[in-house]
Each structure stands twice: as structure tokens, then as C-alpha cells.
């Protein structure tokens, strides 16, 4: 097997640890991000794969790109990814069984030969000349060598990327625009619903949640004078989250006092 | 230190994305899979720019980084549209044009 024969720098050894001390970790963040159940768990583990890479950017000379990830990767968008999840619902944990039969094998197996085809041809390539190294290139410091580079041979490229990020920027905003299909309520027609509609029971508001001794109530409802829960005094989005409690269980009688003082 | 071993760490990190994306089922979990894959290909760019002595490797890189922020602002918003009709974020639901 033809070795690439690279050895870079003086720097051998310093870099030879962190590697290996580093790339089991990312390796074994990036599995963990595949097998973890919750999303959130998983964002925490890519934002330590990235911070990994840009330590790895900067161990190998590329320091504006090893800043970079670090702003844009763990900071802009890991935060953006967070956001979603928070948006969408933390609890939306994914079940991890398989909707397609056969395919999480087929896709271990066609995998592990994807990696072992690109792990060998690594292992077999030659460059044919031993490595350079940046020393040279990064001799009037890294960041004016890149952006000597990105204004003239790659200005155009560039250009057309920055109209790339504003079309995204605007197709996010199409995608995220709301349309009310009805006009919001105003002021004056919710008052006139509340005291010409049907009923005057909530003409006064609705009632308040169910005040306990021994609890937090705005998940409880509010009991009505004949002992039953009185149902609209809870919030509708807790009720739709599940997040509520019945009264049964504050009644007078049914509460045990034998309890010890809560934490 | 060989830096090919960079490169194998690239393709290893890359398969696992890739496993990712087929496996996973929340579609945010398949799209930090995809942003996996694109910073594995940018850490085998990062390296042939070492191994060749060239800065051309890390300007790809870059632009890289820009096109995948591009892709994760369209994405999550698609996410977040799809989320909003159909109360799931999961890739096997939104199979409406399939039935």
C-alpha cells in the first residue's frame, strides 16, 4: 500500500495528539447523533462535531476558516437548528422504528461498503510528490492570502454567492409568511360576541385556573360551586400540550397532609 | 502525523451522515445529517489545501460554509411550513404526493 507520505511542518507530534485524542471524540459524537433518541440531543452533539472541525481548520493551518465554522456552524446555524426544534415541539422525539422494512440493514450494509470503498482508496492514492504544506502560502498570514484569492481569481464565484444568500434570505420569508384567512377580531366585535351571544356566563371573562395550597394551578382547573372542574379556566394551549392536571386529586379530604414539605 | 488521516476521519464522518439521512426520520435530524456531510467534505478540502500547499482548497471551503447556510435557512423554513399544515416534523408523514 502506497502511504501519501505527508509530513507537514515541525509541528508532528503536538498535532499527532490532539488528533487522536480529538477524532475518536468527533467520530463518536457524530455516531451518537445518528443513534440518540431526542433531536435536542442531537443538535448537542453536531454543535461538538463542529467545534471539533474548526479545532481540527486551525490545527492544519486554515485559522479564518477554523474562526469561521465557529461562528457560522456552532453559533448561527446550530442556533437556528435549536430554534426549530424549540418551535416545533422538544418532545417530538423521533421512534426509531423502521417504517420501510429492511432498510435500516441495507443501509448499514451499502454504508460500511460506501466507506470502506472511500477508506481504501484514500489508503491506496498517491500524489506523487510529498506534501507541500501552507507554510508558504499563509506567509503574509492566512486571512490575507484567502482574501487576496476570493477578490480576484474567485470574485465572480463570490458575487454570485452573496446573491445566492440574499435569495435565500427572501425565500425563507416567502415560506415563513402567514396568511390570516379571516381578519383578525377586533376589539369592539369581541366585546359584542361576549354580551350578544348566546349566553352571558362568560360576559364577565373566563373563570380563572384553580388556586391550591399545595400547587402551582395554572395547570389545574378551577372548581365550580357543585365540586366540578370548570373546564374553560385552563389555558387551551396547555390542554392541547397535556400538560394539565385534574383537581380530583387538591380535593378537600382527598389531599393527604401526612406529606412531607416539598422541596 | 500522516494528514491522510484527515481524510479518513472525512470519509468516515461523511458515511455517517449519509447513514443518517436514510435512517433518521425527523427531518431536522436529516438535515444537521446532511450539514455533516457538508463539513466533512469541507474538512478533506481544508486538508488537500495543507497537503498541496494551495489556499484555493479553503476558499472552496468557504463558499461551501455560505451555500450551507443557504441550505439550512430554505430547509428550516420549509421544515417549519410543513410543520405548520401538518403538526409533524417527521419525513415519513409528508408522503401526500405519493397516495
Same mark, same amino acid.
Given at each position: 500500500?502506497?502511504? *501519501?507520505?505527508?509530513?507537514?511542518?515541525? %509541528?508532528?507530534?503536538?498535532?499527532?495528539?490532539?488528533?487522536?485524542?480529538?477524532?475518536?471524540? %468527533?467520530?463518536?459524537?457524530?455516531?451518537?447523533?445518528?443513534?440518540?433518541?431526542?433531536?435536542?440531543?442531537?443538535?448537542?452533539?453536531?454543535?461538538?462535531? $463542529?467545534?471539533? @472541525?474548526?479545532?481540527?481548520?486551525?490545527?492544519?493551518?486554515?485559522?479564518?476558516?477554523?474562526?469561521?465554522?465557529?461562528?457560522?456552524?456552532?453559533?448561527?446555524?446550530?442556533?437556528?437548528?435549536?430554534?426549530?426544534?424549540?418551535?416545533?415541539?422538544?418532545?417530538?422525539?423521533?421512534?426509531?422504528?423502521?417504517? !420501510?422494512?429492511?432498510?435500516?440493514?441495507?443501509?448499514?450494509?451499502?454504508?460500511?461498503?460506501?466507506?470502506?470503498?472511500?477508506?481504501?482508496?484514500?489508503?491506496?492514492?498517491?500524489?506523487?510528490?510529498?506534501?507541500?504544506?501552507?507554510?508558504?502560502?499563509? $506567509?503574509?498570514?492566512?486571512?490575507?492570502?484567502?482574501?487576496? @484569492?476570493?477578490?480576484?481569481?474567485?470574485?465572480?464565484?463570490?458575487?454570485?454567492?452573496?446573491?445566492?444568500?440574499?435569495?435565500?434570505?427572501?425565500?425563507? $420569508?416567502?415560506?415563513?409568511?402567514?396568511?390570516? !384567512?379571516?381578519?383578525?377580531?377586533?376589539?369592539?366585535?369581541?366585546?359584542?360576541?361576549?354580551?350578544?351571544?348566546?349566553?352571558?356566563?362568560?360576559?364577565?371573562?373566563?373563570?380563572?385556573?384553580?388556586?391550591?395550597?399545595?400547587?402551582?394551578?395554572?395547570?389545574?382547573?378551577?372548581? *365550580?360551586?357543585?365540586?366540578?372542574?370548570?373546564?374553560?379556566?385552563?389555558?387551551?394551549?396547555?390542554?392541547?400540550?397535556?400538560?394539565?392536571?385534574?383537581?380530583?386529586?387538591?380535593?378537600?379530604?382527598?389531599?393527604?397532609?401526612?406529606?412531607?414539605?416539598?422541596? | 502525523?500522516?494528514?491522510?488521516?484527515?481524510?479518513?476521519?472525512?470519509?468516515?464522518?461523511?458515511?455517517?451522515?449519509?447513514?443518517?439521512?436514510?435512517?433518521?426520520?425527523? /427531518?431536522?435530524?436529516? =438535515?444537521?445529517?446532511?450539514?455533516?456531510?457538508?463539513?466533512?467534505?469541507?474538512? #478533506? =478540502?481544508?486538508? =488537500?489545501?495543507?497537503?498541496?500547499?494551495?489556499?484555493?482548497?479553503?476558499?472552496? /471551503? =468557504?463558499?461551501?460554509?455560505?451555500? #450551507? /447556510?443557504?441550505?439550512?435557512?430554505?430547509?428550516? /423554513? +420549509?421544515?417549519?411550513? +410543513?410543520?405548520?399544515?401538518?403538526?409533524?416534523?417527521?419525513?415519513?408523514?409528508?408522503?401526500?404526493?405519493?397516495?
Amino acid at each position: 500500500m502506497v502511504d *501519501l507520505a505527508i509530513s507537514v511542518g515541525t %509541528t508532528q507530534n503536538p498535532e499527532a495528539i490532539l488528533f487522536w485524542v480529538l477524532a475518536p471524540l %468527533t467520530v463518536a459524537a457524530a455516531l451518537g447523533m445518528l443513534l440518540v433518541k431526542k433531536a435536542v440531543h442531537s443538535a448537542i452533539l453536531m454543535a461538538s462535531v $463542529m467545534i471539533n @472541525l474548526a479545532i481540527f481548520y486551525i490545527a492544519q493551518d486554515a485559522l479564518f476558516l477554523g474562526i469561521v465554522q465557529i461562528v457560522v456552524y456552532t453559533g448561527a446555524v446550530m442556533m437556528l437548528f435549536l430554534f426549530i426544534l424549540m418551535l416545533v415541539g422538544v418532545d417530538s422525539s423521533d421512534s426509531l422504528t423502521e417504517t !420501510i422494512t429492511g432498510l435500516r440493514p441495507i443501509a448499514i450494509v451499502a454504508s460500511v461498503g460506501f466507506g470502506g470503498l472511500l477508506i481504501s482508496l484514500i489508503g491506496r492514492a498517491t500524489l506523487g510528490r510529498s506534501a507541500v504544506g501552507l507554510s508558504e502560502a499563509n $506567509m503574509n498570514g492566512n486571512v490575507k492570502g484567502l482574501a487576496s @484569492l476570493l477578490f480576484s481569481t474567485y470574485v465572480w464565484p463570490f458575487e454570485v454567492v452573496s446573491a445566492l444568500l440574499i435569495t435565500a434570505a427572501l425565500g425563507a $420569508m416567502v415560506l415563513a409568511h402567514h396568511q390570516r !384567512i379571516q381578519t383578525r377580531p377586533t376589539q369592539r366585535e369581541m366585546s359584542t360576541a361576549r354580551f350578544r351571544g348566546e349566553s352571558l356566563a362568560n360576559a364577565a371573562g373566563l373563570p380563572g385556573p384553580g388556586v391550591y395550597a399545595r400547587h402551582n394551578a395554572v395547570d389545574v382547573p378551577a372548581l *365550580l360551586p357543585d365540586g366540578t372542574p370548570a373546564a374553560n379556566s385552563i389555558n387551551a394551549t396547555l390542554k392541547a400540550r397535556g400538560d394539565m392536571l385534574t383537581s380530583g386529586s387538591f380535593e378537600l379530604g382527598k389531599v393527604d397532609t401526612s406529606a412531607e414539605e416539598e422541596k | 502525523m500522516d494528514a491522510a488521516n484527515y481524510l479518513y476521519l472525512s470519509a468516515l464522518l461523511f458515511t455517517i451522515g449519509a447513514v443518517g439521512v436514510v435512517v433518521r426520520r425527523n /427531518a431536522i435530524v436529516v =438535515f444537521m445529517c446532511i450539514e455533516l456531510m457538508l463539513n466533512a467534505a469541507n474538512l #478533506a =478540502f481544508v486538508t =488537500f489545501s495543507r497537503i498541496n500547499g494551495d489556499l484555493n482548497g479553503q476558499v472552496v /471551503a =468557504f463558499f461551501t460554509m455560505v451555500v #450551507a /447556510a443557504c441550505e439550512v435557512v430554505v430547509g428550516l /423554513a +420549509i421544515i417549519v411550513t +410543513i410543520y405548520r399544515s401538518r403538526r409533524s416534523a417527521s419525513v415519513d408523514d409528508a408522503s401526500l404526493l405519493k397516495r
